[in-house]
């Protein structure tokens, strides 16, 4: 999507606002009622609040009293975390959101070479402690997009008595959410991902979990999330399911777009690296390595030539450090520190891969020549190529 001054590549940050979600908000903005409320402001408020829950839950495939509506991802993970982990054992892929690995008492469950879960560590961690646990499986990981395998790991889960938690952020709009709504006890969607506002998500609960509220004190959101529904966003949120809804054959259009991304750089530069290639990904997220380079140095590069990538997660308040994803999945430094993420969406276009290929083929060729080695169109020499990290194809 060229954005003002430039393209936009960094969808699994935050997607652009759909207009459909603008024109819900801004329909929104003009109630008064509290949804709570039971005159007739109010009840207008509680109509577009259940008219979204709706919304959310068709995306999901369920009934919509599973849904509880939060500020977003980050608070609706913390709710089962805490919630959850009272007696309970915190199991967690090494490859979650940090929003996931910092829980308190977390055990990390390794991934192997492609960043899925490796279901044999955790079948021994499970079998290892006959405590009852929690166990935290991401439907898709936000760096590389790689799809983790939920439903098998949840069928482990249940065999040893244990509840599974997915993270299913980055999956709406890019892959189907059935499976994983099936496998998982919770699971929680974020509503900037797809198009909505920020600071808006959503938990989904299996109607067998009690899962305490985080916030408590009050009767929203049927006694599970205290405080006044942010109504605003949650007009958006639900418009922007239904854009999603609305239009199933985005996420083979944008898949597209990433696979000639990744074709017309592998034709320019064999030797770029593409993280978790060789493992089942959604289409709109690519991993990109490029030797020599740091990641800082390639996401100013492109800032610059006014294209909006980013190094990993966006949730660090704006550094750039080797991807801690990577290191899990065994990428050595410094090609851990060399990484960036290109994340596509419902608005991208063809010529927006076209700009960022001209930008990352100028910064390519121009360390290479400083290294006096081939130009980029020339088979690389032996000495010059390097082998694959882990993770790449």
């Known amino acids: 999507m060229a954005m003002p ?121 499970l079998s290892e402690d006959p405590r009852p646990a929690l166990v935290a499986v991401m439907a898709v990981n936000n760096e590389t997009g790689v799809i983790q395998p939920v439903a098998e790991a949840a069928s482990l889960a249940r065999r040893h008595g244990a509840l599974l938690h997915c ?58 999330r205290a405080g006044t529904e942010n109504l605003i966003g949650i007009a958006g949120f639900g418009a922007a399911c239904r854009s999603v809804l609305d239009d199933p054959g985005e996420s083979a259009r944008v898949a597209a777009l990433r696979d000639h991304l990744e074709a017309t750089l592998r034709a320019v530069d064999a030797d770029v690296a593409i993280y978790g290639a060789g493992a089942p990904r959604v289409g709109n997220t690519a991993c990109l390595g490029m030797n020599g380079v740091s990641s800082e140095t390639q996401v100013m590069h492109f800032d610059l030539a006014g294209i909006a990538v980013s190094a990993g997660a966006a949730c660090s308040s704006g550094k750039v450090q080797a991807s801690p994803v990577l290191r899990a999945m065994g990428v050595a430094l410094p090609q851990a520190g060399e990484a960036i993420r290109v994340s596509l969406g419902w608005d991208s276009t063809s010529a927006d891969v076209d700009a960022f290929v001209g930008a990352w083929k100028t910064l390519n060729d121009r360390t290479w020549q400083r290294r006096g080695g081939p130009s980029r169109g020339a088979p690389a020499t032996e000495s010059a190529a390097r082998p694959a990290p882990a993770g790449v194809r």
């Open 5 to 125: 001054g430039g393209v936009y590549l960094d969808y699994n940050a935050r997607a652009p606002l759909r207009a459909s979600a603008r024109a819900a908000m801004t329909a929104a903005v003009e109630l008064s009622g509290n949804p709570s409320s039971v005159h007739r402001d109010g009840r207008a408020a509680r109509r577009l609040v259940e008219e979204a829950r709706a919304s959310v839950a068709t995306l999901c495939g369920i009934r919509p009293t599973q849904i509880v509506f939060t500020s977003g991802g980050t608070e609706a993970n913390a709710t089962v975390l805490r919630g959850l982990a009272d007696g309970r054992r915190i199991l967690v892929s090494a490859v979650e959101h940090d929003s996931v690995r910092v829980a308190r008492g977390a055990e990390t469950v390794p991934v192997n070479a492609d960043g899925r879960i490796d279901l044999d560590a955790l079948d021994r961690l």
């Open 167 to 224: 993270d299913a952020v980055q999956a709406p709009g890019r892959i189907a959410l059935d499976s994983f709504v099936a496998a998982a006890d919770t699971l929680t969607l974020s509503a900037h991902k797809i198009g909505g506002p920020p600071g808006c998500g959503a938990l989904v609960v299996r109607e067998t979990v009690p899962v305490p509220p985080l916030l408590a004190g009050g009767g929203q959101e049927q006694r599970r």
